[in-house]
């Protein structure tokens, strides 16, 4: 089965269809790791697109807010903001949808979750030694999750007993990964489709017209993981959110 998984949309639609249009040809089924709304300006759009395309989708710490679940004083100003514009925008389906999403789930062997399986909410992943703490609080094999906005990798393998290395890296476009091994153990982050955060691929203005959504491949069968990079048209949207107080200045 090939799977299509996403992360962090942030109610960036032209980011999100520009994805699901390219990949069309390539994906069995979808899963989406969180953060659907916050930033962007169309949260029911991107809510009713996850709802209708993905086989999984999990709640992340802006779905959670905006569902009514957890404090919008946990966030940052703009975020805050960012929510403050969302929330009256969503119908009372949409806050019922958003807060019964789950931070982490199950899918066959595969570990599905939002931040850092430990603490899917608010638990990021940046480092090496952020993913050994996340294997040690954990028995899974691989664990997909989102939450940083940067695609990335980290890998555990145990060669003998008592003889544990690992492996971290960042996404490539169109590296690929082994996620399927004795005595291996696999953190794959896919990145942002709607608001990159890394050096390359971050939103600036003289990006819009070629802005950058992340997502990657999986295929279960040969447990490989494919890192995937594509260009698309944000002019529309930044105008719209710069009309609605939702951009920060670049």
């Known amino acids: 089965m090939r799977v299509l998984v996403v992360s962090d949309i942030h109610a960036n639609l ?10 069309k040809p390539d994906r069995d089924v979808v899963f989406c790791l969180g953060d659907l709304v916050g930033y962007g300006p ?22 959670l807010a905006a569902g ?21 925008q969503l119908s009372p389906e949409d806050v019922d949808y958003l807060s019964k999403l789950p931070l982490k789930t199950e899918y066959g062997d595969l570990l599905l ?17 952020d993913a050994e703490f996340a294997f040690a609080q954990g028995s899974f094999t691989r664990c997909f999750f989102g939450h940083t906005h940067f695609p990335s990798f980290f890998i555990e393998t145990r060669e003998n007993p008592g003889t544990v290395s690992y492996k971290a890296g960042y996404g490539m476009p169109d590296s690929v990964i082994e996620t399927d091994g004795e005595n ?12 990159p955060r890394d050096r390359i691929d ?43 107080g939702l951009w920060q200045d670049d």
Not at 44 to 63: F, M
Not at 69 to 81: G, K, N, Q, W
Not at 184 to 195: A, D, E, W
Not at 211 to 233: C, N, P, V
Request: one cysteine or more; hydrophobic letters at 40%.
């Open 184 to 195: 291996l153990r696999v953190l794959p982050n896919p990145g942002s489709v709607g608001f």
């Open 42 to 63: 169309d949260p029911k759009e991107c809510i009713a697109r996850a709802a209708d395309l993905c086989t999984i989708v999990l709640g992340g710490n802006h779905d």
């Open 68 to 88: 009514g679940v957890t404090d919008l004083s946990c966030f940052a100003e703009h975020a805050r903001i960012a929510l403050d514009w969302t929330l009256p």
């Open 202 to 244: 971050t939103h600036h203005f003289s990006k819009y017209r070629r802005a950058i959504a992340r997502y990657a491949l999986f295929d279960t069968k040969s447990g490989l993981w494919q890192f995937k990079r594509l260009e698309y048209d944000l002019r529309k949207t930044a105008k719209r959110m710069k009309e609605l």
């Open 14 to 23: 032209a980011a999100f269809d520009a994805v699901l249009r390219q990949t």
């Open 113 to 129: 979750s939002h931040g850092s399986p430990e603490d899917p909410l608010w638990g990021y992943i940046f480092s090496q030694s």
